[in-house]
């Protein structure tokens, strides 16, 4: 099992530039999350979705998108980045209690 | 909105003494309080749990104790060693769900 897995590990992006991290995982799990982790904060959730075909919004969704395409995929979109977005980007899986994170996305928005 | 607190945010000690990391919750709904470890420039993972129907519960040299009452938990790590070295988070959730809330983390430091 490759558990969680994130793409990219790393991007750059100009301001209003567009992306989207791509989030994947194989636990068979109904329950994803995004994260973002910045010094002295802790992980601020952004966006969670309990099952498939289903999103919600988190402590600090602004800015931010989501798409639950399938039982395996989450993936989050940043339609116009701003330098405050420059974080490390997690994303999460998880059963009854444990959540399972990605590797991370490191992201800088110059 | 809920939060959790946690204290300190930087903690030093030397090898073989004992650290402790104390959260404080503002949901008296909570009833699942997970810690992760994270290591630097690695992913958080789940080190040890307690749900509201247990005090205190021990895996080896870390162990983490409740209080329901005063909605605190704590994390101690006995006999330190050099690759605990890390920063830890506590949460709080309702049944481990969505409204995870997070400490904003712990840098430990073991000095060998």
């Known amino acids: 099992n490759a558990g969680v897995t994130q793409t990219p590990k790393f991007q750059v992006l100009k301001t209003g530039q567009s992306m989207t991290l791509q989030c994947a995982q194989d636990m068979n799990h109904n329950s994803m999350y995004w994260y973002r982790q910045d010094p002295g904060m802790g992980l601020r959730l952004i966006y969670y979705?309990?099952?498939?075909?289903?999103?919600d919004k988190g402590e600090v969704p602004n800015g931010y998108n989501v798409s639950r395409l399938n039982k395996r995929e989450f993936s989050l979109r940043l339609e116009s980045a701003a330098p405050s977005q420059t974080s490390v980007y997690f994303c999460?899986?998880?059963?009854?209690?444990?959540?399972?994170f990605g590797p991370g996305t490191r992201l800088t928005v110059t | 909105g809920e939060n959790v607190e946690q204290h300190p945010s930087t903690l030093s000690v030397q090898e073989g003494d004992s650290a402790v990391i104390k959260c404080t919750y503002s949901d008296s709904a909570s009833n699942y309080f997970p810690w992760y470890k994270q290591e630097l420039g690695k992913r958080p993972q789940l080190i040890i749990d307690i749900r509201s129907n247990v005090g205190e519960k021990k895996d080896q040299r870390i162990a983490v104790t409740l209080n329901k009452t005063a909605k605190h938990f704590s994390l101690h790590i006995t006999e330190t060693q050099p690759e605990d070295s890390a920063v830890y988070f506590c949460?709080?959730?309702?049944?481990?769900?969505?409204?995870?809330?997070f400490g904003a983390g712990t840098r430990l430091f073991v000095k060998a």
């Open positions: 979705s309990a099952s498939e075909g289903t999103t």
């Open positions: 949460a709080a959730s309702i049944d481990g769900g969505f409204k995870t809330i």
């Open positions: 999460a899986s998880s059963s009854v209690r444990e959540q399972y």
